[in-house]
Structures are given as structure tokens and as C-alpha cells.
Nanobody, 120 residues
Framework: QVHLVESGGALVQPGGSLTLSCVASGIIFSIYGMGWYRQAPGKQREIVARIGRRGSINYADSVKGRFTISRDNAKNAVYLQMNSLKPEDTAVYYC??????????????WGQGTLVTVSS
């Protein structure tokens, strides 16, 4: 079965740091572009960061300079290092994967989410 399992969500004070992890199973991880999305209460889900299968990286403007996405294909894992956290970063963070090798179709998978709360 295909799974993305996130971990690392927690309550953290403003200005603090946190690292989220997402481990994949049941897929050929190296062919997937991986991303982190978040959804705050009452808001739409939004992209936070994305790393392609060849390593290209994009960030939302709101997190540039504070968040770092990385991947370890040997561990089937993608990470999100979050620094200088702000209350507005509070959200459920979701791991996402898109098969970048699939031709003539689209395959996307999601994790169940992990809650990050930034509050004093």
C-alpha cells in the first residue's frame, strides 16, 4: 500500500524551530516530486515548499529564508526545517507527492497531516 506518514508537528513558541519529516512507502520515491502544504483553520490549503525529483526547489514567498525543504532518497523521506516560526505558520502541514515520471496520466498522494502550533 502507498503511504505518506508525517511526523514532527508540535507546539512551539514564536521564533522557535521545528523539523517535519515525511516517510513514504509503497512507491518508487526517487521519481516523485515532494512537497509540503499547509492548511490553517478557515483557510484554503496552500503550498509551502516543493522539491522535484531532480532537486529543484521552490518556496512560498511567506516562508522564503525561514524554511528549508530537503529529501533523502535512500530513506524515502522529505523534510521541512522551519526556523523563525510565526503565529501565522500555525496550520496542519501535509506531505504531498507527485509522480514526475508518469506519462499520459497524473498520480498524486497525500499524507494525513501533522499539526504545527506557534504560540506563546
Amino acid at each position: 500500500q502507498v503511504h505518506l506518514v508525517e511526523s514532527g508537528g508540535a507546539l512551539v513558541q514564536p521564533g522557535g524551530s521545528l523539523t517535519l519529516s515525511c516517510v513514504a512507502s509503497g512507491i518508487i520515491f526517487s521519481i516523485y516530486g515532494m512537497g509540503w502544504y499547509r492548511q490553517a483553520p478557515g483557510k484554503q490549503r496552500e503550498i509551502v515548499a516543493r522539491i522535484g525529483r531532480r532537486g529543484s526547489i521552490n518556496y512560498a514567498d511567506s516562508v522564503k529564508g525561514r524554511f528549508t525543504i530537503s529529501r533523502d532518497n535512500a530513506k524515502n523521506a522529505v523534510y521541512l526545517q522551519m526556523n523563525s516560526l510565526k503565529p501565522e505558520d500555525t496550520a496542519v502541514y501535509y506531505c504531498n507527492g507527485v509522480d514526475e515520471a508518469l506519462v499520459g496520466g497524473y498520480r498524486e498522494i497525500w499524507g494525513q497531516g501533522t499539526l504545527v502550533t506557534v504560540s506563546s
